[in-house]
């Protein structure tokens, strides 16, 4: 089992940065791909990035491309979410996921993170 913890969302103004952070526990931390999704007052949750096992390829929504970057230290058990440039519509409950296969469900979630941003 595999537990995460996200940290980091807070009030900011738009333009700022964020850095979020997800902690895992667990040792199989290295074996799962990770992401990261987002989830806003009224809407779906939506994808935001993702990150492979050993910090590879990695994979963006087109709202966050440019801005926001995906990153992992395996030998911390954490990823992360720098989020740059940020807008009002990006503000949401920000969860991490992992999950042992390339694609398909995400086998475990974080609680999520509020990130909030004012004009």
């Known amino acids: 089992q595999v537990r995460l913890v996200e940290s980091g969302g807070q009030l900011v103004q738009a333009g700022g940065s964020l850095r979020l952070s997800c902690a895992a526990s667990?040792?199989?931390?290295?074996?799962?791909?990770m992401g990261w999704f987002r989830q806003a007052p009224g809407k779906e949750r939506e994808f935001v990035a993702s990150i492979n096992r050993s910090g590879g390829p990695t994979n963006y929504a087109d709202s966050v491309k440019g801005r926001f970057t995906i990153s992992r230290d395996n030998a911390k058990l954490t990823v992360y979410l720098q989020m740059n440039n940020l807008k009002p519509e990006d503000t949401a409950v920000y969860y991490c996921a992992g999950r042992y296969l390339v694609i398909g469900k995400y086998d475990y979630w974080g609680q999520g993170t509020q990130v909030t941003v004012s004009s």
């Open positions: 667990g040792r199989t931390f290295s074996s799962l791909s």
